[in-house]
């Protein structure tokens, strides 16, 4: 309920929402760090279900920006396996206890810092274009945005292969979390119960945010070290993992 909220739990809800705005304005590898503050404060299972709504919002304008730019053939080849891994991580998520759980989502927050730190030291961008590539990063990123909404790191690799321009995947990105993100709310709502009037509630506070993190996020792109400043993320949202599983 909004009365029990303390000043953290405000905090931790502001200054995620904020997160969202700056992730969705194109400032890449920050949305990670939404996870583990959530989880932190709010829980690791209840976090997901807060989360959610707020990503929505930050993928409708997303959308509305960069729409005409997407590349329908190749999310096409992509969603199906997403799907299923959504439904593979929900069937699995509802098996576990809330420690389970948060250890589950702390080594998954760990193994795509891991990933995208690796990634970004690789020298050659080279990856397999053909369909076993793409079920087994839709699979991952449908788990993964499922137990910790960590879909990005993987979705994007697959979108890198396809040598996609810069805002045709952008907008083909804006809309595979849109319909993703989207598809999974009927599960939180009905299996997971992590998305009620409540917690609807508490996401709704975030919209304000947002769109001052959106703003923000424009003005800063073009003046930021993208490369320093994507490393400190990934340094302090690992650090943030180790937190999430030990307490």
Not at 61 to 85: N, S
Not at 121 to 148: C, E, Q, W
Request: without cysteine.
């Amino acid at each position: 309920m909004l009365s029990d909220l303390t000043v953290l739990d405000w905090l931790a809800v502001v200054g995620a929402s904020f997160i969202v705005g700056l992730s969705k304005s194109g400032i890449k590898g920050i949305s990670i760090i939404i996870v583990a503050l959530l989880a932190l404060v709010y829980g690791a299972k209840a976090s997901t279900g807060i989360l959610l709504p707020m990503l929505v919002v930050g993928d409708i304008f997303a959308v509305i920006y960069y729409h005409r730019h997407a590349q329908w053939k190749y999310l096409i080849r992509l969603l199906p396996f997403m799907m299923i891994g959504v439904v593979l991580g929900t069937w699995i998520g509802d098996q576990l206890s809330e420690e389970s759980f948060r250890k589950s989502m702390a080594l998954v927050i760990f193994v795509s810092v891991v990933f995208m730190f690796w990634w970004d030291r690789r020298k050659s961008k080279n990856v397999p274009k053909h369909i076993g590539f793409a079920g087994i990063m839709g699979l991952t990123a449908g788990f993964t945005t499922m137990v910790g909404n960590l879909a990005g790191s993987f979705a994007n690799i697959f979108f890198l292969a396809m040598q996609l321009p810069k805002n045709a995947f952008i907008g083909t990105t804006a809309w595979l979390f849109l319909i993703i993100n989207l598809f999974k709310i009927p599960f939180h709502v009905f299996s997971w119960k992590t998305i009620t009037y409540e917690t609807i509630q508490v996401s709704a506070i975030a919209i304000p945010a947002i769109f001052l993190g959106l703003f923000v996020g424009i003005k800063l792109l073009k003046r930021i070290n993208d490369k320093l400043f994507r490393q400190f993320i990934l340094f302090m949202t690992a650090l943030g993992a180790v937190v999430i599983y030990f307490t």
